[in-house]
């Protein structure tokens, strides 16, 4: 699947938030990009609210317009909180989980790791970074994804913490139960991306 390969500042820049997690201070961080960014913006109609918080979701979990379509679509079609449901979609993305249990300093490096070949779950190499974990799935990397310098350090790091939704013990992770709204730290308004693309 494609991906964005731009300059990433500059969509963090746009969005007022940090969507790459480098754990960098964002220079000029609350000044949009381009000629006209130090002017500032207007007061944005409700279309322009939902549509920044479309665009923020989509490229904190790096993923272009179809793909994101197709999961929103998915959600609308399924029973429950459509929101929710969207959330759910996107936080068991093996991507995403990597990212969440600590493996890879950014969701761009665990796509990464992923695509490399570097991923096992339930013993199993899967190279796509789009699949979907189900409950009581296991990950884990290989000896090799281990071996990456940035990525050793991290296993030796004390300091991430581990949604409550997934369970790590040493290099190995499990998917204990599907992922709440309340799981997600990140300022998200899902109910502004299904109204958007419910009009």
């Known amino acids: 699947m494609a991906r964005y390969t731009g300059p990433k500042d500059r969509l963090s820049r746009r969005e007022g938030f940090d969507l790459f997690g480098t754990g960098l201070k964002l220079t000029?961080?609350?000044?949009?990009?381009?000629?006209?960014?130090?002017?500032?913006?207007?007061g944005s109609s409700q279309y322009g609210k939902q549509l920044r918080e479309k665009q923020k979701v989509k490229r904190?979990?790096?993923?272009?317009?179809?793909?994101?379509?197709?999961?929103?679509?998915?959600?609308?079609?399924?029973?429950?909180?459509t929101g929710e449901k969207l959330i759910g979609l996107l936080e068991r993305r093996l991507d995403n989980v990597i990212f969440r249990l600590g493996f890879?300093?950014?969701r761009p490096a665990a796509r990464q790791i992923v695509s490399h070949g570097h991923v096992l779950v339930d013993g199993k190499k899967v190279?796509?970074?789009?699949?979907?974990l189900v409950v009581g799935q296991t990950v884990r990397l290989d000896s090799k994804g281990m071996n990456i310098p940035v990525v050793a350090k991290l296993l030796k790091s004390e300091e991430i913490k581990v949604p409550l939704w997934l369970e790590k013990k040493a290099v190995v992770g499990k998917v204990a139960r599907?992922?709440?709204?309340?799981?997600i730290l990140e300022p998200i308004s899902e109910k502004d991306?299904?109204?958007?693309?419910?009009?």
């Open 104 to 106: 890879a300093p950014s």
């Open 178 to 183: 599907d992922p709440k709204r309340e799981d």
């Open 127 to 132: 190279n796509i970074p789009s699949y979907q």
């Open 193 to 199: 991306i299904v109204e958007f693309y419910s009009r």
């Open 28 to 42: 000029r961080l609350m000044v949009p990009p381009g000629v006209h960014g130090p002017k500032g913006s207007r």
């Open 60 to 81: 904190l979990y790096g993923l272009l317009e179809k793909q994101f379509r197709k999961y929103v679509e998915t959600a609308l079609k399924s029973k429950g909180n």
